[in-house]
Antibody, heavy 120, light 107 residues
Framework: QLQLQESGPDLVKPSETLSLTCTVS??????????WGWIRQSPGKGLDWIAS???????YRSPSLESRVTISVDTFRNQFSLKLTSVTAADTAVYYC????????????WGQGTLVTVSS | DIQMTQSPSTLSASIGDRVTITCRAS??????LAWYQQKPGKAPKLLIN???NLESGVPSRFSGSGSGTEFTLTISSLQPDDSATYHC?????????FGEGTKVEIK
């Protein structure tokens, strides 16, 4: 059974960089036809797609966040990571990592989510 | 960017009612539309992919329809376990967008 697990600091100071890693177990991140993505959800709000990456390294970022977002993949560690620079309180959210199947067309496996708070 | 608009934002219905949620895209997304169910404190769960394909294990009372810019999620007979927030999501040209969500409450 595929599992995804987010890890990283739960508190980040304003203007600093938020860094998260998603570790994939029970399957390979190198599997064709799947993108690996980050989605966030601010308290009481809807879901907000941040970025996705293919195992080849091709990256896709939300236009509203692309100037601050870096997504990367480490196929040897079976992990992918997110960096979000110059954070503000508006970046406080639960951050999820998830797998998207390009043929089936949905995020079918999700991590449990990690709450990151931006505060001094 | 493709914007996704869901309606209503909240609905309250009784057990056994037929419930319909609508999702509209600002431009055509073909059939690249998915629906998710999310319960408080949990990650979303994929219910329907490519507008109308029910995921394995999802009860048959859930169904999806539509193409292009207008899509619907229908629960044919609302059950207590269906109390949740439902999200639509489109995929087009390597960009993904979610709707704002519809909270379904049981009367």
């Amino acid at each position: 059974q595929l599992q995804l697990q987010e890890s990283g600091p739960d508190l980040v100071k304003p203007s600093e960089t938020l860094s998260l890693t998603c570790t994939v177990s029970g399957g390979s991140i190198r599997t064709n036809d799947y993108f690996w993505g980050w989605i966030r959800q601010s308290p009481g709000k809807g879901l907000d797609w941040i970025a996705s990456i293919y195992h080849s390294g091709h990256t896709y970022r939300s236009p509203s966040l692309e100037s601050r977002v870096t997504i990367s993949v480490d196929t040897f560690r079976n992990q992918f990571s997110l960096k979000l620079t110059s954070v503000t309180a508006a970046d406080t959210a639960v951050y999820y990592c998830a797998r998207f199947g390009e043929t089936r067309g949905g995020f079918d496996y999700w991590g449990q989510g990690t709450l990151v708070t931006v505060s001094s | 960017d493709i914007q996704m608009t869901q309606s209503p934002s909240t609905l309250s219905a009784s057990i056994g009612d037929r419930v319909t949620i609508t999702c509209r895209a600002s431009q055509s997304v073909g059939i690249w539309l998915a629906w998710y169910q999310q319960k408080p404190g949990k990650a979303p769960k994929l219910l329907i992919n490519k507008a109308s394909n029910l995921e394995s294990g999802v009860p048959s009372r859930f169904s999806g329809s539509g193409s292009g810019t207008e899509f619907t999620l229908t629960i044919s007979s609302l059950q207590p376990d269906d109390s949740a927030t439902y999200h639509c999501q489109q995929y087009n040209s390597y960009l993904w967008t979610f709707g704002e969500g519809t909270k379904v409450e049981i009367k």
